[in-house]
């Protein structure tokens, strides 16, 4: 359950984000490459979508299939994710490991919520997957 101060906390850090000074590293990448990246994120948000969507009908194993193939480390190759590597900067790059880490292990976590009724430990592990999509938007852009 969310707390009235952790509803403080979590509108207090909105506020900051949106207007602190913009600290992000900048990540210049070849333009099909920025193109291609975008594409990626933009399939990660619909994945955690269907993800969710799965979820709250139950739907386990399809939400795992979503997240192994589309987010884990079954989707390297859809994402290209070897060649797009090699233009982050290292730490970066290792949130991107690290999020498709998560998103296997969400898998496992979901499959087996199918059969314990684990759906708090399933959306545990799911908002792992969503703290490298944060900590990446908070620490690079490519956009100038
Ligand atoms: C390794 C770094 C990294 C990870 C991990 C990451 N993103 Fe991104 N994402 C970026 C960067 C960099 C941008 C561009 C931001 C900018 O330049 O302002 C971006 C942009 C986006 C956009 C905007 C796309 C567009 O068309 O402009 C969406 C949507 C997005 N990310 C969703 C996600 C979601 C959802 C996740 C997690 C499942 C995620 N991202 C994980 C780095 C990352």
Known sequence: ???????????????????????????DLPPMMQEHMMGNMRDHLVTLQMITQLLASQQYDQAADAAEQRLGMSSLELHGASHLGKFMPEAMN????????AASRFAITARNAAVDGGLEMAFG???????QCVACHAGYKVHK
């Open 94 to 101: 290792a949130i991107g490991t690290k999020m498709h880490h």
């Open 1 to 27: 359950m969310l707390t009235r101060t952790s509803l403080f906390l979590i509108a207090a850090v909105m506020v900051l984000s949106a207007t602190a000074e913009e600290q992000r590293i900048q990540v």
């Open 125 to 131: 592990a799911l908002s792992e997957v969503m703290q």
